[in-house]
């Protein structure tokens, strides 16, 4: 398999917090590779890593040490501003705890990313309501974010990563507030929508209702992958991480 056959590829990502007081070992040489087509998901104890593993796959955190490629760019060493725009044409991402702008309603928070990419108001904000429909929401699109339950808000960070239609979506326990079936619709949505042989979707969860959905699932323990399960008719390499020294 050539790099071109992976929407992610990981060697060795070292990731320690200083506060100052303390150092904390977050990742310690993560080995990973996502095949384009590919259903990601990544399960482990809470602290073990994940949201730090996605959110330098996303471009939202630098590693400190190792390389990650995300559609064979290299966004350690990006400009910021190639970055940036980066991130905004080919990343979708899901936060665990939503994040959406308390002042906007639910179709304009869905709408911002097709705003930065330069798509008129009125008309990203008719795609944001048609997503918004997708995703059970059709009757909420005027909604703040402090009229909706918990997993009103949670889809409506989900139709967020969606609506730009972007080649990677990351998705950091994106049905945990959902009950089953709507947890099921969520994930055929996202498959459906997100996954395209040029596409692929990374899901931190511990939901096991939906570990059907993965191609493979990846655990993660104390900052390393420790095993991968799933189907190996892709033909991945999968390298057993290498403890650092640190
Ligand atoms: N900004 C930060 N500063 C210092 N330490 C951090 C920071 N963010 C995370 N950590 C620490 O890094 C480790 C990994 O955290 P991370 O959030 O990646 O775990 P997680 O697997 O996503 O956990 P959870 O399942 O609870 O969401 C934890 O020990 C955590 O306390
Ligand atoms: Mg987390």
Redesign the pocket.
Known sequence: MDSSSFAVRCRNVI?V???GS?K????NGINLEIALGELMMLV????????????IIAGILDQDDGYCEVFGEDLLNMSIQRKLNFRARNIGFVF?AFNLLPALNAAENVSIPLIINGMKRAEAERKAATLLEQVGLGARVTALPSELSGGQQQRVAIARALVHSPRLIVC??PTSSLDHETGHRVMALLKDVALHKDRALVI?T?DARIFDFADRIAK?DD?CIVEVKGATNRNLSFHQPTRSKR
């Open positions: 990731k917090y200083d506060t303390q904390v070992t977050a990742l482990g104890p809470s602290g073990c890593g994940k949201t730090t593993l996605i959110s665990q950091d326990e931190v511990h993660m900052g």
